[in-house]
Antibody, heavy 127, light 107 residues
Framework: QITLKESGPTLVQPTQTLTLTCTFS??????????VGWIRQPPGGALEFLAL???????RYSPSLRRRLTVTRDTSKSQVVLTMTNMGPVDTATYHC???????????????????WGRGTMVTVSS | DIQMTQSPSSLSASVGDRVTITCRAS??????LSWYQQKPGKAPNLLIY???TLQSGVPSRFTGSGSGTDFTLTISSLQPEDSATYYC?????????FGPGTRLEIK
C-alpha cells in the first residue's frame, strides 16, 4: 500500500524559506519511471503543480516558480524535500505530495498521473 | 506552458442525470490527460488517466474520451456521492498543468 505524508511548518514569515518533507512508503524512488510530485492549493482555489522529482533525479518545475523551488531526496529515509524561497502571503496554501509513475519511461505500468496523494499540509504565510 | 481550460466552471444536476465536463488544452497533449475528483477538505482522487483508462476502484459510470486538445469526462448516471470538484491535468509538457476545476452540485 502506497502512502505519503507531508510535514513542515504551519506558519511561515514573509521572505522566509519554506521546507516541506514528504515521507513515503509502499514504493521505491529507485524504480524506473517513479516520481514524487508537489502540488499546492490555495484556500478555495485550484490545484497548482509545483515540482516533480524522478527516480533518476531528473525533475520538472513550474516555470513561474522555478527560481524559488528546489526538490531533493533522502533515499535512506524515503523522503522527498521541497524548498521554496522568499515566501509571501500568496503562497498560503495546502501543499500536497503525490506518487507519480511515468508511462513514457515505464510503458504498460506507468500512468503519467498523480495516483496516490498525501492528505496535505496547510501553510500560512503571515507576519 | 500548456494552458488547460474547463467548462462549465460549475453545474448543478439531479441524481440519475448524465453529466459531461469538457477540458481543452492550448496545444496538443496527445493522450497525457488525467481527471481527478476532489471533495471538500480531502486530497484529490485520480479517476481517469491517459484520457480514458479508469483508475482501479473507480465506478464504471465515469468515462473519459477525447484526443489532441479536446477531452471530456462523463458521468453516465449521477449519484449523490459525485458532488465534488473535478480537475483535468496534462502531463505532456515539462511543466504539468491542471485545469481550473468544475464544481458539480447535486440538486
Amino acid at each position: 500500500q502506497i502512502t505519503l505524508k507531508e510535514s513542515g511548518p504551519t506558519l511561515v514569515q514573509p521572505t522566509q524559506t519554506l521546507t516541506l518533507t514528504c515521507t513515503f512508503s509502499g514504493f521505491s524512488l529507485s524504480t524506473t519511471g517513479v516520481g514524487v510530485g508537489w502540488i499546492r492549493q490555495p484556500p478555495g482555489g485550484a490545484l497548482e503543480f509545483l515540482a516533480l522529482l524522478y527516480w533518476s533525479d531528473d525533475n520538472r518545475y513550474s516555470p513561474s516558480l522555478r527560481r524559488r523551488l528546489t526538490v531533493t531526496r533522502d533515499t535512506s529515509k524515503s523522503q522527498v524535500v521541497l524548498t521554496m524561497t522568499n515566501m509571501g502571503p500568496v503562497d498560503t496554501a495546502t501543499y500536497h505530495c503525490a506518487h507519480y509513475w511515468s508511462g513514457y519511461y515505464s510503458p504498460g505500468r506507468g500512468n503519467d498521473a498523480f495516483d496516490i496523494w498525501g492528505r496535505g499540509t496547510m501553510v500560512t504565510v503571515s507576519s | 506552458d500548456i494552458q488547460m481550460t474547463q467548462s462549465p466552471s460549475s453545474l448543478s444536476a439531479s441524481v440519475g442525470d448524465r453529466v459531461t465536463i469538457t477540458c481543452r488544452a492550448s496545444q496538443t497533449i496527445y493522450t497525457y490527460l488525467s481527471w481527478y475528483q476532489q471533495k471538500p477538505g480531502k486530497a484529490p482522487n485520480l479517476l481517469i488517466y491517459t484520457v480514458s483508462t479508469l483508475q482501479s476502484g473507480v465506478p464504471s459510470r465515469f468515462t473519459g474520451s477525447g484526443s489532441g486538445t479536446d477531452f471530456t469526462l462523463t458521468i453516465s448516471s449521477l449519484q449523490p456521492e459525485d458532488s465534488a470538484t473535478y480537475y483535468c491535468q496534462q502531463s505532456y509538457s515539462a511543466s504539468i498543468t491542471f485545469g481550473p476545476g468544475t464544481r458539480l452540485e447535486i440538486k
